[in-house]
């Protein structure tokens, strides 16, 4: 079974790529990634029954102090791995503490990866890093390698395409705390959200 291990955008975070999502699926209704819910992926991939381990993780979370990640600028990932089209994202500025968050997640589920998907998937991943990634812990983009960011949606046009430019437009930099990790059972482009790990502490606002 495919889970997602995601962040959550705060409301207004949500309500601009929302807008955004809008706005693409009007000239491109058909394009991937449109219809998914917000988030920021930490970690996808096959996994066993989520009683095998959410208690594993809730507990190791539970001692992960929550903190804040920013969203400065719109961006086009050229040539998606998955799509082959130009993927537009909110970026999400790199910390240690969002990077340890990820690989805490998926240090404790690797153990439940469904080892024959995680291989077959690697064998057909063409970077070194992704491949390395999907064998160790089910998921490709786990690591120095990941860019943590929220996608709008990925389409079939050349990333310099002056249509996408109402979704490049700039905003003013949001800041976004990060209160918990959201499970979510995936097959294809549904979502179905399972539960909601809250990490430990305290973050103010």
Sequence with gaps: MTFGFFIDPSPALAS???ERKAAAGTRWPQATYLSHPVHATLLAGAFAEMS???PLLSARLATTAPFWI???TPVVFANDPITGGATVVIDVVPSAALHALQLMVAETV???RDVAVAESLAARVRDAKAAEGTRAFGSPW???HWR???TIGSFAVDPSAPELALLLAPFAPLSVPVRS???WKIAGDVHERCAEITLGGAVGG
Aim: hydrophobic share 55%.
């Design 16 to 18: 601009l790529v929302l």
């Design 52 to 54: 095998e381990w959410l």
């Design 70 to 72: 920013e969203c400065r």
């Design 110 to 112: 690797a153990p439940f």
């Design 142 to 144: 786990v690591g120095a």
């Design 148 to 150: 943590p960011h929220f």
């Design 181 to 183: 990790v959201s499970v």
